[in-house]
């Protein structure tokens, strides 16, 4: 048996949040077999904010780590502070900073990766757990066999 993973965003199931928001885990605990760096897809529709935007965002503990993938016309508000962002940012964000998406300017949809050093920082893996008794659901459990399958 392989110890290392291949994780395809095709092939992870996304949890949806909000009508607006969506999270696929990528990388976990659970899915690894052991203590890795949580990563997440996370998915906010054109024209919306994120459902932390009220109150001025969350703030959690520790750094978190955003990777921008996508997005047109859009913000990462920073302690009220509004961050005009394109595809290929890193923003680090250190625990206590409150923090959301602004996308309501965009007719893009907001995607990106959020890094976090622990799993259970991320309080949608919670969820996850909670909603389906684990913290990833794959599409096709021989995704992997059968992407890397050769011919002999």
């Not at 959690?60 to 997005?71: A, P, R, S, W």
Request: glycine residues 10%.
């Amino acid at each position: 048996m392989a110890k290392w993973k291949l994780v395809n965003s095709e092939n992870v199931e996304p949890y949806v949040c909000s009508p607006d928001y969506s999270s696929k885990i990528m990388t976990g605990d659970e899915m690894a077999g052991h203590p890795v760096v949580n990563i997440n897809e996370g998915t906010l529709k054109a024209g919306t904010k994120n459902p932390g935007s009220s109150g001025g965002g969350e703030a959690h503990e520790d750094t978190e780590i955003y990777y921008i993938i996508e997005c047109g016309d859009s913000y990462v508000v920073l302690d009220d502070e509004p961050l005009p962002v394109k595809a290929g940012d890193i923003i680090v964000i250190p625990g206590g900073v409150r923090h959301y998406i602004d996308n309501t300017k965009s007719e893009t949809d907001f995607r990106l990766f959020t890094f976090w050093s622990r799993q259970d920082q991320n309080g949608v893996y919670h969820e996850r757990l909670k909603d389906w008794g684990t913290s990833v659901r794959y599409k096709d459990k021989d995704y992997t066999e059968k992407r890397l399958k050769r011919k002999k």
